[in-house]
């Protein structure tokens, strides 16, 4: 069974600094697009950061651009995502997903486009 899992979330004060980690259980996952998104309570889950198979093109949202960055790395089968200056806002369950398209620089932002998903990590901003 294929498996992503999340981890680093936590509470943190507004202004503070997480950094979280999705580590994949096969290899195969080195060569696909990967991405992050988040659910608030209530809403939607939206779409955060993506970045292709080399980590050589990343894409962001507008709420969290020059603040995270997605990073990766396939010798340890693992994604990162990097949060600076959390907001209140920020708070969510956070999910990385996999979009099985090999070697692929597609960017998407849509999480249906997405075939893989990890249990979540929570994140909570207090002000």
């Known amino acids: 069974q294929v498996q992503l899992v999340e981890s680093g979330g936590g509470l943190v004060r507004a202004g503070g600094s997480l950094k979280l980690s999705c580590t994949a259980s096969?290899?195969?996952?080195?060569?696909?697009?990967m991405g992050w998104f988040r659910q608030a309570p209530g809403k939607e889950r939206e779409f955060v950061a993506v970045?292709?198979?080399?980590?050589?093109?990343?894409n962001y949202a507008d709420s969290v651009k020059g603040r995270f960055t997605i990073s990766r790395d396939n010798a340890k089968n693992t994604v990162y995502l990097q949060m600076h200056s959390l907001k209140p806002e920020d708070t969510a369950v956070y999910y990385c997903?996999?979009?099985?398209?090999?070697?692929?620089?597609?960017?998407?932002?849509?999480?249906?486009?997405?075939?893989?998903w990890g249990q979540g990590t929570q994140v909570t901003v207090s002000s």
């Open positions: 997903a996999a979009r099985r398209k090999a070697y692929s620089d597609d960017h998407s932002t849509a999480a249906y486009d997405y075939d893989y």
């Open positions: 096969e290899r195969s996952f080195t060569v696909y697009p």
């Open positions: 970045i292709n198979w080399t980590g050589g093109r990343t």
